[in-house]
């Protein structure tokens, strides 16, 4: 009806370029499916099949994609988790020394003595922290900061071929201060005190009221440090001096070495070794050689480990009550610590 006519004061709005520009994405061959299209980098491209051209490898940067934080040694990790209170801590930050004789766990020897009986050699007991001030490892490794741990175990031997009757009994309870040190988690120590009395069985002395009964009896004070090569290999040392003993000497002395898991080993576990000796003065130095061998599972919580395997003893005897007997002991154990 009536003519178009453009009016003068409107203008178009345009919300697109109206100057023609090259475009960024160009088109590329592409080899198939799982082909990687050959492009320079900065530039998007289309994807045209039906061409070939070579599979080009991706790269990673390792700035991108650091190595995993439990390949690195301990002492280059760095976790800045702060340290905290913590009652009643799970894990230990020093871990009991595997073949250690005296150390309270929950164990069983069966085991065959040279030039003796079939024994059964039980410990009944364990090590429990009661308060931390630091933090559980972001590695999966075992604790870290400063903690209270308290120790108790009754260390029986039981006699098979005698009516399993109980030979001998040594008890032991004490209290531990145990640390890691911040700028470097693989050294870490402990400094403690414990009391240890050794306890002829009554069925024993009753077979044998001639034997003379020892009042086996110390009170130490101890201080041992340890170094972890790798989270799985482990060296330590440790000195004890007795401020009151009876039978027994002031010193002992204590070292070794273990290969054992530290972290979440899952169902099927993972083999361990340790070697280890113990000598004491009353005995002028000698002691025990300690071999023991098997497979091991560590659950969630570091430090708590289940061990079964191969257990020998070269040296003098595991039970005060007859500290300067000489005992090679073979045989098979399992043992708990936690």
Known sequence: MFPAQRSQYLQPILDFPTVEQDTPISPVAYQGTLGQPATPADSLSLIEPGNEVDWIEPTYSRRAFPDHVYDRPLGDVVDTTPYEWTLLPAGPIYKSYMAGVKESRLSAHL??????????????????????????????????????????SAQVRLDIPEEVDVRSVDFRAGTQLTWSYADNPAHRSRFG???????????FLLKNPTYPRLNYAHDLLIFGHSYYFTPKLRVYGEVGWAFYHLVADPWEFQ???????????????????????????????GGSF???????????????????????????STQNSFYNNFEQQIGFGIWYDF
């Open 111 to 152: 085991m065959k003595i040279t030039d003796d009986n079939w024994m059964l050699d039980g410990t009944l007991g364990g090590r429990f922290g009661v308060m931390r001030w630091g933090r559980d490892s972001a590695t999966g490794f075992l604790a870290e900061g400063v903690q209270w741990d308290i120790e108790g």
């Open 255 to 285: 070292f070794g070495v273990e290969w054992a898991p530290t972290r979440a080993t899952g169902f099927w576990g993972e083999p361990f070794l340790a070697v280890g000796c113990h000598l004491r003065e009353e005995v002028n130095f």
């Open 193 to 203: 005190y414990y009391h240890l009395s050794s306890h002829l069985g009554d069925e």
């Open 290 to 316: 300690v071999v023991q061998t098997g497979w091991a599972w560590v659950g969630e919580i570091p430090g708590r480990t289940f061990r079964m395997g191969l257990h020998y003893h070269n040296g003098d």
